[in-house]
Each structure stands twice: as structure tokens, then as C-alpha cells.
């Protein structure tokens, strides 16, 4: 079971940069798998966490608002490693044609 998470250098600094409600969501989630376990919190429906396709396969995110994403990777280590926090903008979303 997953119960360790650790910020990535840049994950510090862009936390020091947003708005103050995303970076307590963010470290809601980090105590939240520190007490009951990644599985457990996954399947907690505020947080979307869900696996990324393409160039992110590997990766997962959580919503942390409607507006922003936080990007983690679950190391061989077994410890969750958030490496970014991004903002999501419809406008950067491809239409299907």
C-alpha cells in the first residue's frame, strides 16, 4: 500500500505561485493517502484521479479545481511523486474533427 508522497522541487515552487484553496487541496490529498493508502483516495470522487494517454502514459493527475491539474508518478520506489501542478484552459483542448 501507497501512503508516502513527496513534492518534486518544481511542485514547491509552483505551490508558492497558485491560489491558496488549490494548494490546500493539494496537501488534502497528500494527508489523505498518508492515512488511508493511494487506492483508497483514488477512489474518492472529488479528485478525478485518472490515468494520462500519449506523451503523459505513465502519469496520473487529480483535479484539484476546475481550472487546475496536479501530474504525479508512482515510483519503483512505491512512493507517489507529484512532479507538476498545471492550468488547465479549455481553449488549450483539441476539438475532434
Do not use: C
Amino acid at each position: 500500500m501507497i501512503t508516502s508522497v513527496v513534492l518534486a522541487p518544481r511542485v514547491k515552487r509552483q505551490l508558492r505561485k497558485l491560489p491558496l484553496r488549490i494548494a490546500k487541496k493539494l496537501r488534502s490529498w497528500v494527508l489523505a493517502v498518508e492515512e488511508e493508502g493511494l487506492e483508497n483516495v483514488r477512489k474518492l470522487p472529488g479528485y478525478h484521479d485518472e490515468s494520462l494517454r500519449g506523451q503523459r502514459k505513465g502519469q496520473r493527475s487529480i483535479r484539484l479545481s476546475l481550472h487546475y491539474r496536479a501530474i504525479y508518478e508512482i515510483r519503483a520506489s512505491g512512493k507517489v511523486e507529484f512532479v507538476s501542478v498545471e492550468e488547465v484552459n479549455k481553449h488549450d483542448y483539441k476539438t475532434k474533427s
